[in-house]
């Protein structure tokens, strides 16, 4: 069973489970791991509460990333593997799952 947003829009339609359902739940773990931020937060501000909904856009401008990159990591990371980890995730969040990469070439 699909958990709450970590499920692949065409699990949520369907029902059905695929390989390429695990890929986009694994994009939604890189996220978390990447922002420090749970997949549903209502705590946060209404248009924050999920995380894949808001972080998005942010992903598709390598300008932008840092914004959802944890604060707490002050910049300790290098910018190209920060714009490589979130081009993966952002690759694994796509709605198609044909879009989505492979495990082969995730690795």
């Known amino acids: 069973m699909g958990t709450y ?3 692949a829009p065409e699990y949520l339609t369907t029902g059905h489970l695929t390989g390429k359902s695990d ?7 890189l996220l978390e791991m990447l922002s420090s931020r749970r997949a549903i937060d209502k705590n946060r501000p209404s248009e924050e509460h999920n995380l894949v909904d808001w972080a998005k856009p942010y992903l598709t401008n390598k300008q932008r990333i840092f914004r959802v990159l944890d604060t707490h ?5 290098s910018m190209n593997r920060a714009q490589k980890a979130a081009n993966l995730g ?6 198609k799952p044909k879009l989505r990469p492979s495990i082969d070439e995730m690795v």
């Not at 990591?73 to 990371?77: C, D, N, T, V």
């Not at 952002?90 to 709605?95: P, R, W």
Request: net charge neutral.
């Open 90 to 95: 952002l690759q694994c969040l796509a709605a």
């Open 73 to 77: 990591l002050q910049g300790q990371y």
């Open 23 to 29: 890929i986009y739940s694994f994009g939604v773990v």
């Open 5 to 7: 947003g970590f499920s």
